[in-house]
């Protein structure tokens, strides 16, 4: 697709991220696509299930996953080159084209398995390129002092997409059956392209389209070696693993089985994701109204420690109330030490190297992190669900420790 390039919006002071009309534009476009995206989960995995079995249902889920790990540091460098308004517009274009074809082919026949595992792989090499793309566009769009409040306004996004998606691929489902649930989905993404195309960026040096190009092999490693030189991305991205590792495993595996031996059941579970999700929620509000953190590094070094006790003791609550309570105040800290690492990522990176820098940050929470739910399994089989908690909660606060112990991420600040 050939986007539309409007001219770079003229240097002006910053405004206010919630008075920015392409702040607004941006947003209104985001929170369009991810709520498609939680539709077209839940209708791929109707469809996948009503076609197949179960274990072929879960192959189909999982077929995206693959592309997106591999292609995703590629993907950096087109964001990089291509420029990440560009190609987000690209992105969610092909991912609602894909959406829309399968969506036809459903509604004609009956197609088996084949074309939903086809989508998921469509999905999943574009996401490898949309992920890095959308992780660097706000600091095309705003000002570096309305970074923070853009992430507070760009999680409040994602917590809405995931509560009314589900109902509203539930209520697609019930209507027509998964053709009229992936039809749903492909309009939702459809809508943030217009709402892309206008959204004025800023010039950054990337973007001279003289400018001398590698090739994408040697601007991947400069990317890389920009990371691991740079005083404050390396042990930054050391932080976002640690922290990753720790709390992808209690907060998926483990949070279910803590449910089942505690005798809450379903229902507890979905209370105590409930709580996690509200003190999300919260950490992104007070981000988008009150903007500036000063002494961001210090703040998100304290919010993983202190969040690593929580998921600790989460193990060890025997009340659902309590339970609840515990999962709003991990909410809250990893809400909150996410936000700003997200933030910091895109003002200390150089802006010619964000989307390889995005793209480095989203192997780690995308691609490596999930691999830590099989191990956390196996080892609550082996030792139960309290030494697991607390080796995990360890290992989130080691991330936290990295943030505290090295100067150049301690001091480091969020420019207002």
């Known amino acids: ?5 409007l001219p770079p919006a003229p240097a002006r002071p910053d405004r206010p991220a919630h008075r920015d009309p392409d702040v607004l534009r941006w947003l209104g476009a985001y929170t369009s696509s991810m709520l498609g995206d939680s539709v077209y989960y839940l209708a791929l995995s109707w469809a996948a299930v009503q076609a197949g079995s179960p274990a072929r249902a879960g192959l189909v889920m999982s077929a995206s996953a693959l592309p997106r790990a591999v292609l995703l540091l590629g993907g ?6 291509l420029g990440p308004r560009r190609v987000v517009i690209g992105s969610d274009a092909v991912r609602c084209a894909a959406v829309l074809t399968v969506a036809a082919l459903l509604f004609l026949t009956s197609p088996g398995l084949w074309p939903l595992a086809l989508l998921a792989l469509v999905f999943g090499t574009v996401d490898a390129v949309f992920l890095p793309a959308v ?9 570096t002092g309305q970074l923070a409040r853009v992430q507070g306004m760009r999680g409040l996004a994602i917590r809405f997409a995931n509560v009314a998606g589900a109902p509203l691929g539930g209520l697609g489902v019930a209507v027509g059956g998964a053709p009229a649930a992936f039809a749903l989905a492909g309009v939702l993404i459809a809508v943030s392209v217009p709402l892309l195309i206008s959204v004025r960026v800023r010039d950054q040096p990337a973007d001279r389209t003289d400018a001398p190009r590698g090739t994408a092999w040697s601007e991947l490693r400069d990317g890389l070696r920009h990371i691991r030189r740079h005083r404050v991305l390396a042990p930054l991205m050391l932080a976002i693993a640690l922290g990753d590792f720790g709390f992808v495993g209690p907060l998926n595996v483990g949070l279910t089985l803590l449910a089942d031996r505690r005798g809450w059941g379903a229902p507890g579970m979905g209370w105590v994701l409930a709580g996690f999700g509200a003190g999300a929620g919260a950490a992104s509000l007070l981000l988008a109204v009150r903007g500036r953190v000063p002494r961001a590094g210090l703040v998100t070094g304290c919010a993983c420690v202190a969040g690593s006790v929580a998921i600790g003791a989460l193990a060890f609550v025997p009340a659902l109330a309590a339970a609840v309570g515990v999962a709003l105040l991990v909410g809250l800290l990893a809400g909150l030490s996410g936000a700003l690492c997200g933030a910091l990522l895109q003002t200390q990176a150089d802006p010619a190297y964000l989307g390889r820098v995005t793209a480095v940050a989203g192997l ?7 691999l ?10 082996v030792w139960g669900l309290g030494p697991v908690f607390v080796v995990s909660a360890v290992v989130c606060g080691l991330g936290g420790a990295v943030a505290l112990l090295v100067p150049g991420l301690r001091r480091a600040e969020i420019p207002g």
Do not use: E
């Not at 950096?76 to 080159?81: L, P």
């Open 364 to 370: 780690v929470s995308l691609g490596l992190a999930p």
């Open 1 to 5: 697709m050939t986007a539309t390039v």
């Open 372 to 381: 830590s739910m099989p191990f956390a399994a196996a080892a609550i089989g």
């Open 135 to 143: 992780g660097a566009l706000p600091a095309r769009i705003t000002g």
């Open 76 to 81: 950096g460098v087109v964001a990089d080159r």
